[in-house]
Nanobody, 124 residues
């Protein structure tokens, strides 16, 4: 079992930055692929970014590439999402998720563990 807890969300203005954190407990963190997803009001949950256990594979959604950065600290069992240049369309509940390290990709069904989400609201 893996427990994931997100933090760092909030209300910001367009152009501001936020850093989300996701602390993991339970199963060995370094063996997991970690991803971020988001769900905007009235929309389906979508992929944001993923980083594999060794850090040599990173994938971003087109909508956030160049503005968001995913990182992880295996010693702290934590994955981060640095969000710069936030836009109103980034408003969503952000979820971190964990998958087996043998998986690297954006398919939500491959992620077995999910956090409770943290709200990010960007005002114009």
């Amino acid at each position: 079992q893996v427990q994931l807890t997100e933090s760092g969300g909030g209300l910001v203005q367009a152009g501001d930055s936020l850093r989300l954190s996701c602390a993991a407990s339970g199963r060995t963190f370094s063996r997991l692929t970690m991803g971020w997803f988001r769900q905007a009001p009235g929309k389906e949950r979508e992929f944001v970014a993923v980083k594999n256990w060794s850090g040599d594979y990173i994938l971003y959604a087109d909508s956030v590439r160049g503005r968001f950065t995913i990182s992880r600290d295996n010693a702290k069992n934590t994955v981060y999402l640095q969000m710069n240049g936030l836009k109103p369309e980034d408003t969503a509940v952000y979820y971190c998720a964990a998958a087996s390290r043998s998986y690297i990709g954006r398919g939500q069904s491959a992620y077995n563990y999910w956090g409770q989400g943290t709200q990010v609201t960007v005002s114009s």
